[in-house]
């Protein structure tokens, strides 16, 4: 079985530019004042709990992590719901990978799965892959081969390689 990504490989490496147009964090060159994952908790706190959407999100990565402040898996996930009820997919990624893996929260397939299925909804290559495998294994949603296989299109058709190799592993490519 295929367990998705962990949270902070898929949200800074994998999904990283979709996460950062949708949080507001800034495109291009880096602005005055501008967020990233290596501004200080010290400048992010304050900015988040204002409401900046990309602060909230770097918080989560922080404290999920370990970088910058102790590793706090739950506090990650506080930060990332925040922001993943504001509509940020990559936010939504990370809470159901957080479900799904039992970090920071009990493990809860069936809540992976609902978290993973709004951000696929969104477009979000890598919950798109993750809901497939739910799918695939039965994780949180009944077994059902042909969802697999869509949610394997959808991501592999936005350039996923590990949908498009496991699509590949079926037999099926991206027709």
Known sequence: MTRPIPILILAMLAVQPPAAAQTGAPKGGAKPG???ID???QSLLP???AGDPAAMFYLGAKYSDGRGVPKDEAEGLRWYRKVAERGNSGAML???NSYYNGRGIAEDRVEAARWFRLAAERGHAGAMYNLAI???GGQGVEKDETEAVKWFRASAAKGNPRAMAALNSRGLGLQ
Do not use: I
């Open 34 to 36: 501008a967020l990233s």
């Open 94 to 96: 990370n809470v159901g």
């Open 134 to 136: 739910c799918y695939a």
């Open 39 to 41: 501004t200080p908790v």
């Open 47 to 49: 900015r988040a709990e």
